[in-house]
């Protein structure tokens, strides 16, 4: 954060150096406009140095708003992600204990489930034997009935 803001004053007060110049600059061609002197040939090529220093001053102060507002773009852009990459893992691990109390939960009904069969399969040998024990009584009461017909008809 600190670099950040040592950048930005860095950056302010090398356009506040740019600024001026530009207009000292502007100052110095406005004063050589009004008062159009024939000058000598050096005089002339330090006058449109300065001007050309002062077109560079201003194509490079816009370069630097420029990298100004992409700098700030890009930061945005690494805050959204890593809020973004902070809330899939936050989905993630949600999804992940979701699976795991659904596999629990599964676990638990095969637990039950094995035990309702145990349970059926002795009631259902209970009701195997009990058939067998009725088809027993049947067969000794008719076999007793039978003798009783036998002794009564005979």
């Given at each position: 954060m600190e670099d950040k803001g040592k950048g930005s004053e860095r950056f302010g007060g090398a356009i506040a150096n740019l600024t001026e110049m530009a207009h000292n600059l502007e100052s110095l061609q406005k004063?050589?406009?009004?008062?159009?002197?024939?000058?000598d040939e050096e005089t002339f090529a330090k006058a449109s140095l300065c001007s050309e220093q002062a077109r560079t001053i201003k194509v490079l102060e816009q370069r630097v708003e420029t990298l100004e507002r992409e700098l700030d773009a890009a930061i945005t852009a690494a805050a959204r992600a890593r809020s973004e990459k902070r809330q899939a893992e936050a989905a993630e691990k949600a999804a992940e204990l979701r699976a795991q109390e659904v596999t629990k939960e599964l676990?638990?009904?095969?637990?039950?489930?094995?035990?309702?069969?145990?349970?059926?399969?002795?009631?259902?040998?209970?009701?195997?034997?009990?058939?067998?024990?009725?088809?027993l009584l049947e067969a000794i009461i008719q076999t007793l009935g039978g003798k009783e017909v036998h002794k009564r008809t005979g």
């Open positions: 004063l050589l406009l009004k008062k159009a002197v024939f000058v676990e638990n009904t095969s637990k039950v489930f094995e035990l309702h069969m145990e349970e059926l399969r002795a009631k259902q040998e209970e009701i195997y034997k009990r058939d067998k024990d009725i088809k």
